[in-house]
C-alpha cells in the first residue's frame, strides 16, 4: 500500500482545511488509517484514526469536536476536515494505514509523506 497526503497550507485561526490521504492498493478498505502530526522540535503524535469499514472513529482530546476523520473506499481515500483551527495545529501531518493499536505509532506498517499545515494567529 503506498499513501499520499495533501491538502495542507497556510490558513488563519479559526479556519478549515481538509486533508486527504490517497491509497493504491486493493486492500486499502481491510485497514485502520491514522493521522498523526509532527511539530517542530516535537515529537510525532497521534491525531485520528478511523477502521477499515469506517465505522468506528477515534481523536486525540486536543482536535475532538474540531476534527473530523472519515473514508471513502471506492476512493481509496481517507479525509481529515480539519475546523476551527488554532495555532497549536501547525505541523506536518501524516496519514498512516495498517495498524491494530490506532494511537501507536510503531504498529503502521504504511506511511505517507507529510503535508504541511501552517495555522496563524
Known amino acids: 500500500v503506498q499513501l499520499q497526503a495533501s491538502g495542507g497550507g497556510l490558513v488563519q485561526a479559526g479556519a478549515s482545511l481538509r486533508l486527504s490521504c490517497a491509497a493504491s492498493?486493493?486492500?486499502?478498505?481491510?485497514?485502520?488509517v491514522g493521522w498523526f502530526r509532527q511539530a517542530p522540535g516535537k515529537e510525532r503524535e497521534f491525531v485520528a484514526a478511523?477502521?477499515?469499514?469506517?465505522?468506528?472513529?477515534y481523536y486525540a482530546d486536543s482536535v475532538k469536536g474540531r476534527f473530523t476523520i472519515s473514508r471513502d473506499n471506492a476512493r481509496n481515500t481517507v479525509y481529515l476536515q480539519m475546523n476551527s483551527l488554532k495555532p497549536e495545529d501547525t505541523a506536518v501531518y501524516y496519514c498512516?494505514?495498517?495498524?491494530?493499536?490506532?494511537?501507536?505509532?510503531?504498529?503502521?506498517?504504511?506511511w505517507g509523506q507529510g503535508t504541511l499545515v501552517t495555522v496563524s494567529s
Open positions: 492498493g486493493r486492500t486499502f478498505s481491510s485497514y485502520a
Open positions: 478511523i477502521s477499515g469499514g469506517g465505522g468506528v472513529t
Open positions: 498512516a494505514a495498517d495498524s491494530y493499536r490506532w494511537t501507536v505509532i510503531s504498529d503502521y506498517n504504511y
